[in-house]
Protein backbone atom coordinates (compact mmCIF):
# COMPACT_ATOMS: atom_id res chain seq x y z
CA UNK A 1 0.00 0.00 0.00
CA UNK A 2 1.19 3.48 -0.81
CA UNK A 3 2.13 5.24 2.37
CA UNK A 4 3.54 8.89 2.70
CA UNK A 5 5.04 8.96 6.80
CA UNK A 6 5.82 12.72 7.91
CA UNK A 7 8.59 13.03 11.06
CA UNK A 8 8.19 14.55 13.57
CA UNK A 9 4.77 14.34 14.60
CA UNK A 10 5.12 17.74 16.52
CA UNK A 11 7.99 20.20 16.78
CA UNK A 12 8.51 22.74 19.33
CA UNK A 13 10.40 25.55 18.61
CA UNK A 14 11.75 29.12 19.85
CA UNK A 15 11.35 31.95 17.56
CA UNK A 16 14.16 32.10 15.68
CA UNK A 17 15.13 28.46 16.23
CA UNK A 18 15.22 26.78 12.37
CA UNK A 19 14.97 23.54 11.74
CA UNK A 20 13.21 20.77 9.19
CA UNK A 21 10.52 18.77 8.76
CA UNK A 22 10.90 15.22 6.95
CA UNK A 23 8.56 13.41 4.09
CA UNK A 24 9.14 9.92 3.13
CA UNK A 25 6.91 7.87 0.94
CA UNK A 26 6.57 3.92 -0.25
CA UNK A 27 5.00 4.71 -3.26
CA UNK A 28 5.19 3.81 -7.35
CA UNK A 29 4.81 5.83 -9.88
CA UNK A 30 5.10 9.59 -8.19
CA UNK A 31 4.13 12.53 -10.39
CA UNK A 32 4.91 15.63 -7.77
CA UNK A 33 5.51 16.07 -4.23
CA UNK A 34 3.28 18.78 -2.68
CA UNK A 35 3.72 20.87 0.74
CA UNK A 36 0.46 22.04 2.64
CA UNK A 37 0.13 24.12 5.67
CA UNK A 38 -3.14 23.95 7.87
CA UNK A 39 -4.24 25.94 10.35
CA UNK A 40 -7.16 24.89 13.20
CA UNK A 41 -10.62 24.71 11.66
CA UNK A 42 -9.26 25.49 8.43
CA UNK A 43 -8.15 23.45 4.87
CA UNK A 44 -5.22 22.72 4.12
CA UNK A 45 -3.39 25.41 1.99
CA UNK A 46 -1.01 24.78 -1.25
CA UNK A 47 2.89 25.97 -0.09
CA UNK A 48 4.79 24.61 -2.48
CA UNK A 49 5.10 21.55 -5.88
CA UNK A 50 8.03 20.12 -6.26
CA UNK A 51 8.98 17.48 -9.22
CA UNK A 52 11.99 16.13 -9.69
CA UNK A 53 15.43 15.68 -7.59
CA UNK A 54 17.42 18.60 -7.14
CA UNK A 55 14.58 21.21 -6.99
CA UNK A 56 14.00 23.78 -4.53
CA UNK A 57 11.14 26.08 -3.69
CA UNK A 58 11.21 29.17 -1.42
CA UNK A 59 8.50 30.88 0.31
CA UNK A 60 9.77 33.56 2.81
CA UNK A 61 10.98 31.32 5.72
CA UNK A 62 10.07 28.21 4.31
CA UNK A 63 12.14 26.16 1.98
CA UNK A 64 11.27 22.60 -0.12
CA UNK A 65 14.00 20.07 -0.95
CA UNK A 66 13.48 17.30 -2.62
CA UNK A 67 16.71 15.08 -3.37
CA UNK A 68 16.72 11.17 -4.75
CA UNK A 69 16.56 10.38 -0.85
CA UNK A 70 15.21 13.02 1.23
CA UNK A 71 12.15 15.28 1.25
CA UNK A 72 12.76 18.08 3.77
CA UNK A 73 10.83 21.82 4.36
CA UNK A 74 13.25 23.75 5.96
CA UNK A 75 12.13 26.73 8.74
CA UNK A 76 15.08 29.30 8.37
CA UNK A 77 14.37 31.60 12.09
CA UNK A 78 10.43 31.14 12.01
CA UNK A 79 7.72 33.16 13.61
CA UNK A 80 4.55 32.93 15.92
CA UNK A 81 2.55 33.33 12.94
CA UNK A 82 4.46 30.42 11.58
CA UNK A 83 2.78 27.80 13.88
CA UNK A 84 0.28 25.61 12.00
CA UNK A 85 0.21 21.72 10.62
CA UNK A 86 2.77 20.86 7.97
CA UNK A 87 1.12 18.46 5.29
CA UNK A 88 3.16 16.68 2.91
CA UNK A 89 1.31 14.50 -0.30
CA UNK A 90 2.57 12.48 -2.95
CA UNK A 91 0.72 12.62 -6.40
CA UNK A 92 0.55 9.10 -7.60
CA UNK A 93 -0.12 8.30 -11.23
CA UNK A 94 -3.28 5.81 -11.50
CA UNK A 95 -3.34 2.92 -13.92
CA UNK A 96 -5.54 4.40 -16.54
CA UNK A 97 -4.23 7.77 -16.67
CA UNK A 98 -5.81 9.77 -13.35
CA UNK A 99 -3.91 10.37 -10.15
CA UNK A 100 -4.29 10.67 -6.28
CA UNK A 101 -2.52 12.54 -3.91
CA UNK A 102 -1.76 10.71 -0.89
CA UNK A 103 -1.22 12.77 2.17
CA UNK A 104 0.91 12.02 5.21
CA UNK A 105 -0.54 12.89 8.71
CA UNK A 106 1.41 15.93 9.18
CA UNK A 107 3.52 17.87 11.06
CA UNK A 108 2.06 20.23 13.86
CA UNK A 109 4.87 23.01 14.33
CA UNK A 110 4.43 25.88 17.40
CA UNK A 111 6.68 28.32 17.12
CA UNK A 112 7.44 30.37 20.18
CA UNK A 113 8.22 34.16 21.45
CA UNK B 1 -12.35 34.26 -6.43
CA UNK B 2 -14.40 33.16 -3.94
CA UNK B 3 -12.99 29.67 -3.62
CA UNK B 4 -14.11 26.03 -2.69
CA UNK B 5 -17.71 26.83 -0.70
CA UNK B 6 -18.61 24.32 1.22
CA UNK B 7 -21.95 23.86 3.69
CA UNK B 8 -22.97 23.41 5.81
CA UNK B 9 -19.72 24.47 8.19
CA UNK B 10 -20.52 21.49 11.11
CA UNK B 11 -22.95 19.23 11.08
CA UNK B 12 -24.54 17.31 14.15
CA UNK B 13 -26.73 14.49 13.71
CA UNK B 14 -27.94 11.24 15.61
CA UNK B 15 -26.92 7.66 14.19
CA UNK B 16 -29.23 6.14 11.28
CA UNK B 17 -30.19 9.59 9.79
CA UNK B 18 -29.04 11.07 6.65
CA UNK B 19 -26.48 13.67 5.75
CA UNK B 20 -25.73 15.44 2.87
CA UNK B 21 -22.91 17.61 2.65
CA UNK B 22 -22.31 20.22 -0.29
CA UNK B 23 -19.55 21.73 -2.31
CA UNK B 24 -19.16 23.84 -5.06
CA UNK B 25 -15.72 24.33 -6.79
CA UNK B 26 -13.61 27.02 -8.19
CA UNK B 27 -15.28 28.16 -11.22
CA UNK B 28 -13.34 26.71 -14.05
CA UNK B 29 -12.29 23.52 -12.00
CA UNK B 30 -12.19 20.62 -13.50
CA UNK B 31 -11.32 18.08 -11.01
CA UNK B 32 -13.04 17.85 -7.54
CA UNK B 33 -12.40 15.66 -4.65
CA UNK B 34 -14.07 14.86 -1.34
CA UNK B 35 -11.59 13.78 1.45
CA UNK B 36 -12.10 12.96 5.48
CA UNK B 37 -10.06 13.93 8.13
CA UNK B 38 -9.87 12.49 11.16
CA UNK B 39 -6.56 12.64 13.94
CA UNK B 40 -5.59 8.66 13.53
CA UNK B 41 -6.12 8.32 9.66
CA UNK B 42 -4.76 12.20 8.66
CA UNK B 43 -6.55 13.03 5.34
CA UNK B 44 -7.88 10.10 3.21
CA UNK B 45 -9.41 10.29 -0.35
CA UNK B 46 -12.78 9.10 -0.76
CA UNK B 47 -13.84 10.12 -4.36
CA UNK B 48 -13.00 12.00 -6.84
CA UNK B 49 -14.73 13.69 -10.29
CA UNK B 50 -13.07 14.69 -13.71
CA UNK B 51 -15.55 17.03 -15.86
CA UNK B 52 -18.43 15.79 -13.37
CA UNK B 53 -17.89 11.98 -13.66
CA UNK B 54 -16.55 9.53 -10.46
CA UNK B 55 -13.34 8.41 -11.86
CA UNK B 56 -11.63 6.42 -8.89
CA UNK B 57 -14.50 6.18 -5.79
CA UNK B 58 -12.10 3.20 -4.31
CA UNK B 59 -11.55 5.22 -1.09
CA UNK B 60 -15.37 5.55 -0.33
CA UNK B 61 -15.87 3.38 3.01
CA UNK B 62 -18.92 1.38 2.42
CA UNK B 63 -22.64 1.83 0.36
CA UNK B 64 -23.52 4.11 3.13
CA UNK B 65 -21.71 6.65 1.15
CA UNK B 66 -22.44 7.81 -2.02
CA UNK B 67 -21.67 11.71 -3.74
CA UNK B 68 -22.52 12.91 -7.12
CA UNK B 69 -21.69 15.83 -9.45
CA UNK B 70 -24.39 16.87 -11.17
CA UNK B 71 -23.46 19.75 -12.82
CA UNK B 72 -19.66 21.65 -12.88
CA UNK B 73 -20.53 23.69 -9.70
CA UNK B 74 -22.08 21.34 -7.78
CA UNK B 75 -21.49 18.28 -5.93
CA UNK B 76 -22.95 16.31 -2.76
CA UNK B 77 -21.14 13.40 -0.63
CA UNK B 78 -24.30 11.49 1.04
CA UNK B 79 -23.80 9.23 4.09
CA UNK B 80 -27.20 7.31 4.99
CA UNK B 81 -27.95 5.55 7.27
CA UNK B 82 -24.87 7.65 9.31
CA UNK B 83 -22.85 5.93 12.20
CA UNK B 84 -20.81 7.78 15.08
CA UNK B 85 -17.50 6.53 13.39
CA UNK B 86 -18.69 8.45 10.26
CA UNK B 87 -17.58 11.38 12.33
CA UNK B 88 -14.55 13.42 11.11
CA UNK B 89 -13.78 16.78 9.05
CA UNK B 90 -14.64 16.25 5.22
CA UNK B 91 -13.35 18.61 2.90
CA UNK B 92 -14.20 18.94 -1.08
CA UNK B 93 -11.08 20.62 -3.18
CA UNK B 94 -10.52 21.11 -6.53
CA UNK B 95 -7.97 21.89 -8.91
CA UNK B 96 -7.94 22.70 -12.64
CA UNK B 97 -5.66 19.59 -13.95
CA UNK B 98 -4.30 16.30 -12.75
CA UNK B 99 -1.16 17.62 -11.67
CA UNK B 100 -1.77 20.42 -10.04
CA UNK B 101 -2.32 21.88 -6.69
CA UNK B 102 -5.67 21.12 -5.15
CA UNK B 103 -7.33 24.25 -3.30
CA UNK B 104 -9.41 22.77 -0.12
CA UNK B 105 -12.58 24.45 1.35
CA UNK B 106 -12.67 24.62 4.97
CA UNK B 107 -14.22 21.47 5.55
CA UNK B 108 -17.70 20.73 7.05
CA UNK B 109 -17.15 18.92 10.94
CA UNK B 110 -19.64 16.06 11.25
CA UNK B 111 -20.36 14.58 14.62
CA UNK B 112 -22.84 10.97 14.64
CA UNK B 113 -24.28 10.76 18.40
Known amino acids: EDQVTQSPEALRLQEGESSSLNCSYTVSGLRGLFWYRQDPGKGPEFLFT???AGEEKEKERLKATLTKKERFLHLTAPKPEDSATYLCAANLILTGGGNKLTFGTGTQLKVEL | DAGVIQSPRHEVTEMGQEVTLRCKPI?????LFWYRQTMMRGLELLIYFNNNVPIDDSGMPEDRFSAKMPNASFSTLKIQPSEPRDSAVYFCASSDSGNSPLHFGNGTRLTVT
Open chain 2, 27 to 31: SGHDY
Open chain 1, 50 to 52: LYS
